[in-house]
């Protein structure tokens, strides 16, 4: 939108002082100026992302008094499955180093991603995946791996039904593959299931269906992309559409939808 604003604003200058003429050329001269803005805009977003992903990251895996080898693991499963550059591979790895450290600013380095990163609570869930996806990589939370991902979440700005849904996730991340796949599954997980798309368990079919499809497109890949979404977060848009898609298909066989 801001972009759009530019290219307006440039033809409107150029219609003011030069008639038609001007304001062709003025838009011309906005869409190209706001062509590189974007640019360096997006560049600059996907510089903040990867320090704040790291090095909020390296502050988790720490909480707990010590970092993992099973945390490691992820960290450098990330790096790879972000397709990152060499040269951002070495930044992400001092960020995480950065964010071990003890005077590592996290409230600061939250909010300052925030400001920066694309609006909505959709890409910001992302941002947490990840997160999420380090602190239970050995199948275990700590309390103070938990709260502190609960405080970031809480920076980000995220409203109360994200939150519930955030720890939704987390138990179910931390679910041995036992229960995950038991035959019914414990009332919890199925109450989980019920937040994970934002509905009550006394929500109609109808109200599930509509709730499950309004996830799934607002968390669809390429809408996400359109809105500043970098291309290396697209496997971790599909692995969040997974997940959503886990918790319907429970509802769904559970209540037994047509």
Same mark, same amino acid.
């Given at each position: 939108?801001?972009?759009?604003?530019?290219?307006?604003?440039?033809?409107?200058?150029?219609?003011?002082?030069?008639?038609? @003429?001007? +304001?062709?050329?003025?838009?011309?001269? @906005?869409?190209? +100026?706001?062509? +590189?803005?974007?640019? =360096?805009?997006?560049?600059?977003?996907?510089?903040?992302?990867? *320090?704040?992903?790291?090095? #909020?990251?390296?502050?988790?895996?720490?909480?707990?008094?010590? #970092?993992?080898?099973?945390?490691?693991? #992820?960290?450098?499963? /990330?790096? /790879?499955?972000?397709?990152?550059?060499?040269?951002?591979?070495?930044?992400?790895?001092?960020?995480?180093?950065?964010?071990?450290?003890?005077?590592?600013?996290?409230?600061?380095? #939250?909010?300052?991603?925030?400001?920066?990163?694309?609006?909505?609570?959709?890409? +910001?869930?992302?941002?947490?995946?990840?997160?999420? /996806?380090?602190?239970?990589?050995? @199948?275990?939370?700590?309390?103070? &791996?938990?709260?502190?991902?609960?405080?970031?979440?809480?920076?980000?700005?995220?409203? *109360?039904?994200?939150?519930?849904?955030?720890?939704?996730?987390?138990?179910?991340?931390?679910?041995?593959?036992?229960? =995950?796949?038991?035959?019914?599954?414990?009332?919890?997980?199925?109450?989980?299931?019920?937040?994970?798309?934002?509905?009550? &368990?006394?929500?109609?079919?109808?109200?599930?269906?509509?709730?499950?499809?309004?996830?799934?497109?607002?968390?669809?890949?390429?809408?996400?992309?359109?809105?500043?979404?970098?291309?290396?977060?697209?496997?971790?848009?599909? &692995? =969040?559409?997974? &997940?959503?898609?886990?918790?319907?298909?429970?509802?769904? =066989?559970?209540?037994?939808?047509?």
């Amino acid at each position: 939108m801001r972009f759009l604003v530019i290219i307006v604003v440039c033809a409107l200058l150029g219609l003011a002082f030069g008639g038609f @003429g001007g +304001f062709v050329i003025g838009g011309l001269a @906005g869409s190209a +100026f706001g062509y +590189f803005a974007l640019r =360096r805009w997006l560049r600059r977003v996907n510089e903040q992302f990867i *320090e704040a992903t790291f090095s #909020v990251m390296g502050a988790l895996c720490k909480a707990d008094g010590v #970092v993992t080898r099973a945390e490691i693991d #992820v960290v450098e499963r /990330t790096l /790879t499955r972000l397709h990152l550059t060499p040269d951002q591979k070495e930044s992400a790895k001092e960020a995480f180093k950065r964010g071990k450290g003890a005077g590592f600013d996290l409230d600061g380095t #939250v909010r300052e991603f925030a400001r920066l990163a694309p609006a909505g609570s959709s890409f +910001f869930q992302l941002f947490l995946q990840i997160q999420r /996806t380090a602190i239970t990589a050995d @199948g275990e939370l700590h309390p103070t &791996e938990q709260a502190m991902l609960m405080r970031v979440a809480r920076l980000l700005g995220l409203a *109360e039904s994200d939150l519930a849904q955030l720890e939704a996730m987390l138990r179910a991340a931390t679910s041995t593959p036992s229960t =995950r796949n038991v035959t019914p599954p414990r009332t919890s997980q199925l109450a989980d299931a019920y937040v994970v798309l934002g509905v009550t &368990e006394n929500a109609s079919e109808t109200e599930i269906k509509n709730a499950y499809r309004k996830m799934i497109r607002e968390n669809h890949p390429d809408r996400l992309a359109s809105k500043g979404l970098p291309e290396s977060m697209r496997a971790v848009a599909e &692995e =969040r559409a997974r &997940e959503i898609n886990a918790a319907f298909d429970l509802i769904k =066989r559970i209540r037994q939808f047509a």
